[in-house]
């Protein structure tokens, strides 16, 4: 009786916590716009992936610690997702580009832009690794980017799959967070 009751336990926890996470994303009209969006997924896509694998290494009983250490990890990128400016991902969209066409690491630290709302340096790096080519592309690799600002808890991370295409410029072909 009581592993019915965990699995309905379970069953209704997950979705509990998805849905309330998506819902609070909704605020795509705040000022931050879709980086509420983006954070509210981020949060829910951690608990989601904290929630299976803690099903997985501890049965029904793991699914609500691995649910919770889950979001806290996404509500950790999210700070630095919400502290994150316009001059910051220009930065980053460079080191990313930079990496692609050298296939070579590329790490920064810098000063944050002046008047910029959060004052710490951040720290950037850029890791490309070859992959087989998908159809229709050439040169494809993963890049993985880590982003973080000192005084900020978390580290955002994302991984995307990027190839050049018939053009000769890179594509993003998939993204994942990290």
Known sequence: MSK????????????????AALGLSGCADSP???????CGLTVGGGALLG?????????????????????????AACAIILAMDENDKKIVAAAQQQALETGKTVNRTYA?????????????RVRPVPVPDREGFTKCRE????????GVEGN?????LTCRNANGDYEVVEVTSN
């Open 51 to 75: 929630g299976l694998i803690g099903g997985a290494a501890a049965g029904n009983k793991g699914v609500p610690a691995g649910v919770a250490i889950g979001a806290g990890l996404g509500a």
């Open 143 to 150: 890049i993985h980017t880590d982003f973080r600002i000192e």
């Open 156 to 160: 955002a991370g994302e991984t995307a």
């Open 4 to 19: 019915v009751i965990a699995r309905r336990g379970t069953a209704v926890f997950l979705p509990v916590v998805l849905t």
């Open 112 to 124: 944050p832009a002046p008047g910029t709302k959060t004052p710490g340096a951040r720290t950037l």
């Open 32 to 38: 931050f716009g879709d980086r509420a969006l983006e």
